[in-house]
């Protein structure tokens, strides 16, 4: 058996003396370097998501400030000093010792070929190292950027003012809290920079030129804006195909096919008047319904107008609504009217409605045709089939002596089969939003209809494909405002 010699102390101890040397030796060289290491990387960490939040605030200030009517150099000039107040203010001057490259972000306005300015902003920070002083490395350079575009807003507003909101009792009184809100909502869009228009409407929508044509510089031109719309009188019947037609024939006028093309329409009630430029005038006697109550079927004869009278212009409906009730026209549509007042009737020789009064419209217009003046069908859409002459000589026709399942009918569809038009226009791309207040006397707002008007999601025939718009529903007046605000919201979203 072999003989271990016992290990003495002095062994132990110069074994204990190395395991600490390399301990020393590990903690020196490995351990010290690391954690120098995760923290000098925690503060780098920390002023890059600092630099990062400070830079983005700067280009969405910078972007909103931009103009795309002024020179690129004043772009830039003003942009550069609003992103240099607001990265100032997010990125104290010296914070956490470090110091920003050159002082300040670096600034650029960029034109693109789709309607924007881009900014461009950009900036450095020298991040000083403590522990990592050890390994030679002083400090650090980081860096940070981001963009932000402001793209052109193109926007008609399209405001109802049909006498349903006039003075009670045959209207709602809304007419002045709806022109405050209209106010308000055309402040929060920037002068020089977005292009706004106005059309009104009621028996009629001026064509030529329109209420308020659109101009960059509707808060300081003459008149502005604002001072047009509170000159409006709420009176008249509501021509709504006719108004959102006018504000997509001046969307496309301004020729900004890349631009952020909007139509926002507001009313408060339904359509209730076809407009067409060749009314068939009644040359044969049938049997319809009466001019006044009870309004019972009777023989009538033939229209009275002279051979070759043309009517063209608008046929409505008189006071609310019914099953019946009495139509009234012709309304002259293609001259414009100031925005407190409406149209008188067309002159038409012998005519019964021109000697008689409007309500006798019926005796001279022999049927509704099934598409109006801008080719949308008033027989298709979202009534459906209008009531039509069941016998006589006009057999088939759509009835012109009956509101809501005649004329009202008909104007539904025309304006739906008006929207759909716009919506499907893939050169213009226009986005429409709706505005509903509720409570007329006459008749209760028709939300279904304004969500399709608007494509919005919530709308039964919602297609994907096609611009998305809003609809917001008002209860009252005292809603108006809150409703305007949410279109306004959706829209500034839009054109960042």
């Not at 793209?151 to 003012?161: I, K, S, W, Y």
């Not at 509501?238 to 507001?266: C, D, E, H, P, R």
């Not at 002459?389 to 088939?396: D, I």
């Amino acid at each position: 058996m072999a003989d271990f010699a016992p290990r003495t102390s002095t062994h132990r101890e110069r074994q204990r003396g190395a395991t600490l040397l390399l301990f020393t030796i590990l903690v020196t060289l490995v351990l010290i370097p690391l954690l120098g290491l995760a923290i000098d990387g925690a503060v780098v960490f920390w002023v890059r998501a600092k630099l990062s939040a400070a830079v983005d605030a700067a280009a969405l200030a910078a972007g909103r400030s931009i103009n795309a009517y002024v020179t690129q150099p004043q772009n830039t000039g003003t942009a550069a000093n609003v992103a240099q107040e607001w990265f100032a203010a997010n990125y104290p001057s010296g914070w956490l010792g470090t110091s920003i490259v050159g002082g300040g972000p670096s600034v650029t306005v960029q034109p693109t070929q789709t309607m924007t300015q881009q900014v461009n902003v950009s900036a450095s920070a020298v991040v000083p190292l403590y522990f990592m002083r050890l390994l030679g490395k002083s400090s650090i350079t980081i860096g940070a950027s981001a963009q932000s575009a402001r793209r052109n807003l193109n926007m008609v507003l399209v405001l109802d003012r049909s006498g349903s909101m006039g003075p009670a009792p045959t209207g709602s009184d809304a007419c002045p809290t709806m022109k405050t809100a209209a106010q308000n909502f055309v402040s929060m869009f920037t002068d020089g920079f977005d292009t706004l228009g106005l059309v009104t409407f009621s028996s009629t929508a001026n064509t030529g030129p329109i209420d308020y044509a659109p101009t960059t510089h509707f808060k300081t031109g003459s008149p502005t804006l604002s001072s047009t719309i509170g000159n409006i009188s709420c009176t008249g019947a509501t021509s709504t195909a006719q108004a959102l037609n006018v504000a997509y024939q001046s969307i496309k006028s301004t020729g900004l096919a890349t631009a952020l093309n909007v139509i926002v329409l507001f009313t408060d009630g339904q359509p209730n008047e076809v407009v067409e430029s060749s009314w068939p005038v009644r040359t044969q006697s049938d049997t319809r319904n009466d001019f006044t109550s009870p309004f019972s079927s009777v023989s009538m004869s033939a229209s009275t107008c002279n051979n070759g009278t043309t009517l063209s212009g608008g046929l409505t409906i008189l006071g609310p609504p019914t099953s019946t009730g009495q139509t009234g026209g012709i309304y002259n549509t293609s001259q414009n009217v100031a925005i407190n007042t409406s149209p008188g009737l067309i002159s038409a020789n012998n005519c019964k409605f021109a000697i008689s009064g409007n309500k006798y419209v019926r005796q001279d217009v022999a049927y509704i045709p099934t598409t109006d003046v801008y080719g949308n069908s008033t027989n298709t859409g979202y009534k459906g089939a209008p009531n039509t002459f069941s016998s006589g000589p006009y057999a088939g026709q759509i009835r012109d002596d009956v509101q809501i399942p005649g004329v009202v009918a008909a104007a539904f569809n025309a304006a739906d089969n008006q929207a759909t038009t716009i919506r499907n226009d893939s050169t213009y791309t226009i986005v429409i939003y709706t505005i509903g207040l509720d409570g007329a006397p006459d008749v209760a707002i028709d939300s279904t209809f304004l969500e399709r008007v608007a494509n919005d999601p919530r709308s039964p025939i919602y297609d994907s494909t096609k611009p998305a718009g809003f609809y917001a529903y008002a209860a009252n007046p005292s809603s108006l405002n809150q409703a305007f605000y949410e279109v306004a919201s959706q829209v500034l979203r839009l054109s960042q």
